[in-house]
Every structure is written in C-alpha cells, then in structure tokens.
C-alpha cells in the first residue's frame, strides 16, 4: 500500500500525536506511523513519569524531576512551565 503525505510523523506517543495533530492543522496531509496502537508510545508506559500516573513523592523526588526534565530537554524546556507540570502532578492525580 502507497500513501502520499506532506508530513510522515513516527510514534505515537504524546510527541508524535502532537505533531500529527499539529501538522494537519497547519494544513498538511499528515501519515502517523506506529508499530502498535494508538497511544502507545513511551509517553504511555506505566514505568515513566508520562501518564503512568507516577508522582514524585517528596520534595527531593520534585526537584530531581525537575532536574531531570531539564537535562533532557537540553534547553529546549522552559523552567517555569517545568516547576508548573511537576507541582501539579500530585493534585491532579488525587
């Protein structure tokens, strides 16, 4: 089978489905590729801070996620809204 698209997006984790989402709006013919479902992606596996639902559990654990979604980022991740979405974590959850 042969499809044609402006943008081919690989994955389907929460980055993948962003940008195919993102893509098509802007107006281009989007294929999303995945080697499973929809939704399955890292970003969904219960083992990661994605939407495994796990929270840091203390003050030390907030930081260190913090830290780490920074460093991964490699500058790309604003602080603010870092300290934000792991300062949320644990209300949104309860």
């Known amino acids: 089978m042969m ?7 690989i ?7 962003v940008a195919a989402i993102e893509a098509g709006r802007a107006g ?8 499973g ?3 399955s992606g890292s970003s969904f596996f219960p083992g990661t801070w994605g939407l495994g639902l796990i929270a840091p559990a203390d003050a030390d654990d ?10 991964v980022g490699c500058g790309a ?3 603010a809204l870092v300290e934000t979405f792991v300062g949320g974590l644990l209300p949104a959850i309860d």
Do not use: Y
């Open 37 to 39: 479902r929809l939704f």
């Open 28 to 35: 281009a013919r989007v294929v999303l590729a995945s080697k």
């Open 11 to 17: 994955g389907s984790g929460i980055a993948g489905v």
């Open 3 to 9: 499809h044609s698209c402006d943008v081919l997006v």
């Open 77 to 79: 991740a604003d602080p």
């Open 62 to 71: 907030e930081r260190d996620l913090m830290r780490t979604i920074l460093d």
